[in-house]
């Protein structure tokens, strides 16, 4: 509408021209009409039909939904509709939309860009089948150009921008495909929950969620797809290197394989091999999730622990069996840098260094989705009529 209107006003300025060599009156009234017109073109879409050129119209008649048949009066009285032919009620649309014909109802939407001209069904060239989001501050585009660079045109590029800079990323070539998506000072599980909801990212394949500060010199993306298919594994992550300094033995890289899913901690770490932080276990920081493991992850996590500390522990709650589909790439690889970045955006508190009350927060966001965890699954379990004493440890 924008570019609509601004052609109008230009045209009528070009029009008032022509009035100004006339009359002093003219120059009065192009200023009237110049001053009407845009509020004109605002509306544009409410004028007689007879104003709109053929294509308008067929295109505004195409995307209109087809006049609601139904206009309920009490909405809580659903058999009264039930029986009524000239009305829609259809309960196995999506919760909300039972009043639409499931013919209209677009539940799923995705990332793809569209043109504003030409038909609707020829803006599309590819369907990325995959989709990796990296949660940026502008000092690290050096990193992120490089690991974009990784990812092919098969991988449509999100970008959550955390310090307000975006326009800058134009430099690269890349960017302007790329969505960019900037609020300020929150984390990439804060944004993962409110932007990467499963039906919006539900064309995806795979989902990669990454930091920023990650080395990809090793890492090939469409080569790691084919090991997470041929292994099976719905969630994953590159294994990681330098080995020192690293907290998990699990996500640590082995030389001598492609996958591994099982490892071997520290005496007494891991009572049963099949749980965490021996198996059914990956990072936080380079999670890849398919489409079905993120579609139950989603849920999990929390809108207000925003760190998403101990989400890596409960990864497992959604695939079954978890210690054999959640593994770590070992020959597609990544080095951790370790930039402390977002951190440093926390706030300066009792005079400690910002990243201290960010690290507090962490932890007892940890606690909290511990806690809250343990709880929903008892109550769960109480409202099932299973004894507490049947309930495992974790
Ligand atoms: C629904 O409508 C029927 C018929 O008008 C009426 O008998 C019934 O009480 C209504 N039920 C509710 C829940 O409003
Ligand atoms: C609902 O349908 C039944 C049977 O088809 C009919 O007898 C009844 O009159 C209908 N009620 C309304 C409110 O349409
Ligand atoms: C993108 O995907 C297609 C279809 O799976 C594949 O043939 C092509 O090699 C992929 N592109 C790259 C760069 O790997
Ligand atoms: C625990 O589970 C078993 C079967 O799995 C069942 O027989 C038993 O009743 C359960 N115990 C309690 C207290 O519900």
Known sequence: MGILSRS?????????????ITTFAGIVFGFLIGLSFPTLSLTKLNLPSSLLSPVDLSNIKEQKPSPPITQTSSSSNQSLNLNDTTKIWVPSNPRGAERLAPGIVAAKSDFYLRRLWGNPSEDLTSKPKYLVTFTVGYD?????????????????????????????WDEFEW????????????????YAKRFLHPDIVAPYDYIFIWDEDLGVEHFNAEEYIKLVRKYDLEISQPGLEPNRGLTWQMTKRRGDRDVH????????????????????FVEIMAPVFSREAWRCVWYMIQNDLVHGWGLDFALRKCVEPA?????VVDSQWIIHQSVPSLGNQGETQNGKAPWHGVRDRCRKEWTIFQSRLTMAENEYFKSMEVGLSNLTAH
Not at 9 to 14: A, E, I, K, M, Y
Not at 175 to 187: E, F, L, M, N, P
Not at 323 to 327: N, R, S, W
Request: net charge positive.
């Open 323 to 327: 210690h054999e589909k959640i593994g």
């Open 261 to 280: 899913k099982q490892t071997e901690e520290k005496p007494g770490w891991c009572k049963d091999p099949h749980l965490p932080p021996c198996a059914g």
């Open 140 to 168: 690290q585009r050096q990193n992120i150009d490089a690991s974009v660079k990784k990812f092919s045109e098969n991988f449509t590029i999100l970008l959550f921008h955390y310090d307000g800079r975006t326009t800058e």
């Open 8 to 20: 109008s006003v230009n045209r009528q300025s070009n029009e008032t021209m022509r009035l100004l």
């Open 175 to 190: 960017s302007k495909r790329a969505i960019h998506v900037s609020v300020r000072k929150q984390t990439k599980w804060w």
